[in-house]
């Protein structure tokens, strides 16, 4: 099974950017379907991006489009989310997560979908 560490979570003003990563070991990335999750203090976790194992789709919760962005390099086996126009709604930690290459896909995934989660990476937007 897939291992996965993420790195870049951070304070930010309301207004400014970070970039995460989710760099994995273990196994073959573009075997996997990968996406983010993130959860506030006393909210379920809930989904915020996917991307297709090869990198040729991406999807997005209402709440982020047009804010995020997710993206993988394969070769370097690692995924990306690019987070601008932070928010203080946004703070929470944020969790990279391994799936099937075959999906599911789409902003309907759930966790139950992946089986491989990172430790998670704590971002805070202050207003």
């Known amino acids: 099974q897939v291992q996965l560490v993420e790195s870049g979570g951070g304070l930010v003003q309301s207004g400014g950017s970070l970039r995460l990563s989710c760099a994995a070991s273990?196994?073959?990335?573009?075997?996997?379907?990968m996406a983010w999750f993130r959860q506030a203090p006393g909210k379920e976790r809930e989904f915020v991006a996917s991307?297709?194992?090869?990198?040729?789709?991406?999807y997005y919760a209402d709440s982020v489009k047009g804010r995020f962005a997710i993206s993988r390099d394969n070769a370097k086996n690692t995924v990306y989310l690019q987070m601008n126009s932070l928010k203080p709604e946004d703070t929470a930690v944020y969790y990279c997560a391994a799936g099937s290459r075959f999906g599911p896909y789409g902003p309907g995934v759930g966790q139950r979908d992946f089986g491989s989660w990172g430790q998670g990476t704590q971002v805070t937007v202050s207003s």
């Open positions: 273990g196994g073959t990335l573009s075997s996997y379907a």
């Open positions: 991307i297709h194992w090869s990198g040729s789709r991406t």
